[in-house]
């Protein structure tokens, strides 16, 4: 079964939930990451000095993530697969040797910061929305750095 109109609807109001509180949706993205894998701190300029703190960088950082992942959903939807735009994606994250289980823990945070964004609208459809929208943005970048 592929992507559907239902699941993409999903994301993308999910997505303008989570952007009506970018500061504080940001700062909670990273801070989930850390405390899975706490090595992740210098794979980011804006968190080595201070951690997850508000700033334009993790604001930015954040809302291109969860931005790239509302674009994987509605990729999926129109063409059933994912590509990036940003041809450099795949050699930013080699550079910074980002592996499968950073992915994971990407994929864990982004789903509680969704979760939190939106209280008491959250349901597995919406969990699954998000995920499979994750995984495709994940698989294209993947197959960027090889």
Request: glycine residues 6%; aromatic residues 8%; neutral net charge.
């Amino acid at each position: 079964m592929g992507f559907t109109a239902q699941q993409d609807a999903l994301v993308g109001s999910s997505y303008e939930a989570f952007k009506q509180n970018l500061p504080s949706n940001s700062v909670l993205f990273y801070t989930l990451i850390l405390e899975k894998a706490p090595a992740a701190k210098d794979m980011f300029s804006f968190l080595k000095a201070s951690g997850p703190t508000h700033s334009p960088q993790l604001q930015a950082h954040a809302e291109k993530v969860f931005g790239l992942t509302r674009d994987a959903a509605a990729q999926l939807l129109a063409k059933g697969e994912v590509t990036l735009a940003d041809a450099g994606l795949g050699a930013v994250h080699v550079q910074k040797a980002v592996a499968d289980p950073h992915f994971a823990v990407v994929k864990e945070a982004l789903l509680k910061t969704v979760q939190a964004a939106v209280g008491d609208k959250w349901s597995e459809d919406l969990s699954t929305a998000w995920g499979v929208a994750y995984d495709g943005l994940a698989a294209a970048i993947k197959k960027a750095m090889s």
